[in-house]
Structures are given as structure tokens and as C-alpha cells.
């Protein structure tokens, strides 16, 4: 009768403990569910009531709120860079997100987690991943880096003795890898990317035109008329800020030139720190990356020209992933599948109980 219970109750437990993957980004968290795929794909904002110390909103209606709230409500981002920067709010998004896909509490329904983090962070800061998802309900935790799950993502042989470059333009943080037998070869993490081009498009506004702008409002053009190669057609977007000069509202128009030559330096900086990753990588490696070329994942992929202008500095073939803002996530997803044939790529891992088949 024990036995029949055990086995009863082992058969419950897979049934509701569901496997999820995570990609922990700075500007947006994203979750995969095995067997359901993206269930959760929102800004990773959380709004709190500095009164209470209660959470008023996560995640889209949070950002929402960015450069809207009153005093005693305050907008925070709790990833810097790619890692947790205030582990309590990372703990309240990371129980929103979970209850979110388990519409029950994660303490009833404990799930196995693999997260996606930036390549190269410190033991300190992988353990405060970990366990900001145990405190959120997780009942395993499972790390990989970033780089290694967006080549899993989209479908590098990683495995094989074959180099594999990848490039993953994030909100927080760029992450360039060079890839073989389930190993980073040579790799470089820089603090380069989405959230850098918001704050050059504000410096460049406020020093050209003398407006002072946000970041939500800067983030808006860059999507809208943002590119880093000159096009043939002028593209051109009203922007509304304060003026420095007067205090008062002024509308001024920002061309894609502006554009352009707000982010130049530091994608010139990104680009020369593919070119560092490139210097210090094996030639036989090397070699393959030439034939093979470069992928370009994340949200800042789809700049328009970034592909074309690193291939002209770079003179190695650049190709865009499919849905390169889902690759990281894609990739946990595959891990997810058969956790025990990818625990070569895992950085960190917690096997208190047996992994879910």
C-alpha cells in the first residue's frame, strides 16, 4: 500500500511541477515553458510603494509607470547589466512571472529552472540568481550562461569540434562568445548595449538641441528611426522634451543622422571588442568562424545595418538569427528537454532532487 502510495504520488509530482526556462534580462525577462513554449515575454521593471514596501505593478504595467510615478512610488529595474542588482525586487518579479505561468502559488508547484546569464559573472552573482529563483518557488536551479543557450537556441553544433561564434546584443549588457565542444573558447562581456544607445541618444539631445529627454522617450526613437549605416531615404521623428534653456515644452525633429551619430561610439566600441575576442581566439578555430561566420542574437540584432557594418569591419560573413530576442530562452528550452545530456554547458546547478523527465 506505501509502495502504491509513493508511486502515486511521484506520478503527481511530475504531473504539476513543470519545467521552465528563464533568460534573465536587464530590459525584458522572458520564460519558456516545456511543452508550452514563451509563455511570458515582459520588461523587467517592478514598481514599489516606497510607503509600504509593497509591490504596485511588475512588468509591462510597471515600465508603464517609468518617469510617471509620484514620490512614494518608485519604478525599478532590479537587473543591472545582467545581474541582480536587489535581490528582494529580482524575488517579486521572479514569484510574479512564476505564478504567472502556474496561475497557483510556486510553493504548492515547485519547478525546475534553468536561467540564462551573462558570460563571465562571479560565483557571487550566479549565487544570487540561484537563489532569488529558489526564494521565488524553484525547486531546482539550473545556470547557463547566455552565449552557450542562445547557440543551443539556434541550433549551433556545440557539441562538435567546430567553432561557432555568437554575438548577443542585450539591453544590458553585449555578450561575444566563440563556441566548441560544449566550451567557450575565448569570450568578452562589455556593458554595451540597448540601455548604453538610450543614454548616448539623451546626451546627444540635451547637448545638440538642448532638450531634455527619457530614457523611455529615447528608447522610443531609437526603435522607430534608429540605424547605424546611412540609408538613401532621411528618416525623421518628432521628439518632445524640456527645454534647458526656457523650462518650458519644446518639440524638436531627430533624423536617423542624429541617430547614427549618438550611438557611433560605442558601436565602434563593440565592434572593436569583436575584433579583440577575434585576436585572442585559436587559428583553428579561427578558421572555422571565417567559413562559418558570426550570429548575431538579442534585441539590438535587429538595428538596422549593425549585421552589414560589422561585416565590412570584420570582413567575416554576419548572419541575423530567427527571432533573435528569443534565442537565449529558446535555448534553456532545449536544455529543459534533457537536462542530463547538457550538464557539460551548466555553470552552476542544484540537484538536491533528480531532474524531471
Known sequence: MLQKFNNTSEKIYKLFSNSIGIDLGTANTLVYVHNYGIIVNEPSVVAVNQKTGQVVAVGTQAKQMLGRTPSHISAVRPLVDGVVSNFEIAEEMLTYFLRKVHNLSPKFIRPTVVVGVPSGITN??????????????????????????????????????????????????????????????????????????????????????????????????????????????????????????????????????????????????????????LETTPPEV?????????????????????????????????????????????????????IDAHRDILIDSDDELPAIE
Open 286 to 338: 579561427l578558421s572555422d568562424v571565417m567559413l562559418r561566420g558570426i550570429v548575431l542574437v538579442g534585441g539590438g540584432a535587429t538595428i538596422p545595418g549593425l549585421a552589414n557594418l560589422l561585416e565590412e569591419a570584420l570582413h567575416i560573413p554576419i548572419h541575423i538569427a530567427h527571432d533573435p530576442m528569443t534565442a537565449v530562452v529558446r535555448g534553456a528550452g532545449v536544455i529543459l528537454e534533457n
Open 124 to 277: 557571487v552573482e550566479t549565487r544570487a540568481v540561484r537563489d532569488a529563483a529558489k526564494s521565488a518557488g524553484a525547486r531546482q536551479v539550473y545556470i547557463v550562461e547566455e552565449p552557450m543557450a542562445a547557440a543551443l537556441g539556434i541550433e549551433l553544433p556545440i557539441k562538435d569540434p567546430v567553432g561557432s561564434m555568437v554575438v548577443d546584443v542585450g539591453g544590458g549588457n553585449t555578450d561575444i562568445a566563440v563556441i566548441s565542444l560544449s566550451g567557450i573558447v575565448q569570450s568578452k562581456n562589455l556593458r554595451i548595449a540597448g540601455d548604453r544607445f538610450n543614454e548616448d541618444i539623451v546626451s546627444y539631445i540635451r547637448n545638440e538641441f538642448k532638450i531634455l529627454i527619457g530614457e523611455r522617450t529615447a528608447e522610443s526613437i531609437k526603435i522607430a528611426i534608429g540605424s547605424v549605416v546611412e540609408t538613401d531615404e532621411l528618416v525623421e521623428a518628432p521628439v518632445r522634451g524640456r527645454d534647458l534653456v526656457t523650462g518650458l515644452p519644446r518639440e524638436v525633429i531627430i533624423t536617423d543622422a542624429d541617430i547614427r551619430e549618438a550611438i557611433s561610439n560605442s558601436i565602434m566600441m563593440l565592434i572593436n571588442s569583436v575584433k579583440e575576442v
